[in-house]
DNA sequence: GTACGTGCAAACAGTTTGCATCATG
DNA sequence: CATGATGCAAACTGTTTGCACGTAC
């Protein structure tokens, strides 16, 4: 995986979290709280504490190996990036199932804003919310 | 303000924190933390804890008179619903200057969303995030 | 006067820091 | 074997809960 080869840039270990971490990440198809990352670690036999998780999540961060998304309860979640790929949530305000969506012409948006601001935007959050299939 | 009509629906009493508040969140033209919020509250010589700061904001969410807004530090901020006011952020990493953004074709994805998923969605968030022109 | 709201203390949840020990390269 | 990473304890920040006192209606 891309992911690994990446951490050892810069002489960064290639440790047993972080590779257990990476791919976690890389398999699961919605962002992953710390909590979360820890159960599926477990599930893997592998025994890590939150700081570790928290450490690598930031060294992940770093390298753009992976991103961070709000949900809106307070806890940070995280996602591999990959290539093509860029897409939103849609969030169920109350089951909390998460479905990816993918937009056709998203810099609709990036072009509007570029004649409407002087920031120099980097990056751009978009979730939606609401209620899925089974929860109305 | 009509805020402070929509408090006094269903019994609740307009008291003095949640009159000041109110005022805060109507005047300010960005989200503000918690501790933006008491240090306004300062300020104005009220007197109040964060307990009541929070209760107060959980009462003005749940009466639609304000929303919450994350931009990623851990940190939810509280900005006031103004009709015809819908926007979104542009959020400067560096300084954390914060611009309001205004779209026209907003419901163009919420149209591509209704044919993509059978979520029924209520609310969405869009933040943008970069270097204003003082930080680049 | 009677709920309802406040403000204090204290608990709780998510995250960060310090430091001795461990293990990758 | 040296430096970088781990894992534990402990601190810190944001948020919630419990309860006696105060106050809007």
């Given at each position: 995986m891309k992911t690994i080869a990446v951490i050892?840039?810069?002489?960064?270990r290639l440790t047993k979290p972080r590779k257990a971490i990476s791919t976690i990440l890389l398999q699961t198809k919605f962002p992953l709280t710390i909590k979360e990352i820890m159960n599926q670690l477990k599930k893997n036999d592998v025994y890590t504490d939150t700081v570790s998780i928290y450490r690598t999540v930031k060294l992940l961060l770093n390298l753009r190996c992976i991103q961070q998304i709000e949900f809106g309860d307070g806890k940070k979640r995280f996602e591999a990036v990959k290539e093509n790929n860029h897409h939103h949530h849609i969030i169920c305000d109350k089951c909390g199932k998460v479905e990816e969506i993918f937009f056709k012409d998203e810099n609709y948006f990036a072009l509007q804003l570029k004649k409407k601001t002087q920031y120099k935007i980097h990056r751009h959050s978009l979730e939606f919310f609401g209620l899925c299939q089974n929860c109305y």
């Open positions: 050892k840039q810069r002489g960064n």
